[in-house]
């Protein structure tokens, strides 16, 4: 019986899907403030190697809440998870456990949210990276530089679409 417990452990573990391989992603474009009738966003586009990355900083018209949004293009499926990840802050300066919600999107995308309270988030303090890690969901290192630029530009952004 412990023979067949132990197999049955062992095939187990090797079933076990594992942690994802950290990507270092450099930009490949400048910080854009995007608006529609949704709200606004700051993003820019990275790369790592062929793999192709969003960073996404969202508000949206009457929520109170801040997204930062990872989109990475992927082999899609239709999984949506809601796991405890880590968002890290120029390789450890500081660090946050949030929930991060991932799901697919339109274009071939894995979409993955983060909700941060605009008050109170660490992302203006970032002057060199970002990183997401989620388990074998995701896992990357943004070079983003200093972000401080890019949210005042998102929240003049939002103050003018509040006042409009």
Known sequence: MRKYLAAALSIGLLAAPAAAKQQNATPTGQW???VSDAGCTVFREFSAG????????????????????VLHKDKLDNEVYRVTGDLVIDDGESAL??????????????????????????????????????????????????????????????????DG
């Open 50 to 69: 062929k793999e192709q990355y969003f960073l996404h900083v969202n508000r949206y018209a009457g929520d109170p809440a801040m997204e930062l949004v």
């Open 97 to 162: 456990s949030p929930e991060v919600h991932r799901i697919a999107m339109a274009g071939g995308f894995m979409r993955f949210g983060v909700t941060m309270d605009p008050a109170s988030h660490p992302l203006g303090h970032v002057d060199d990276s970002l990183s997401l890690h989620a388990g074998r969901l995701i896992d990357v290192r943004l070079a983003t530089g200093p972000m401080g630029r890019p949210l005042e530009a998102l929240e003049s952004c939002v103050a003018s679409e509040m």
């Open 32 to 34: 854009v403030v995007d």
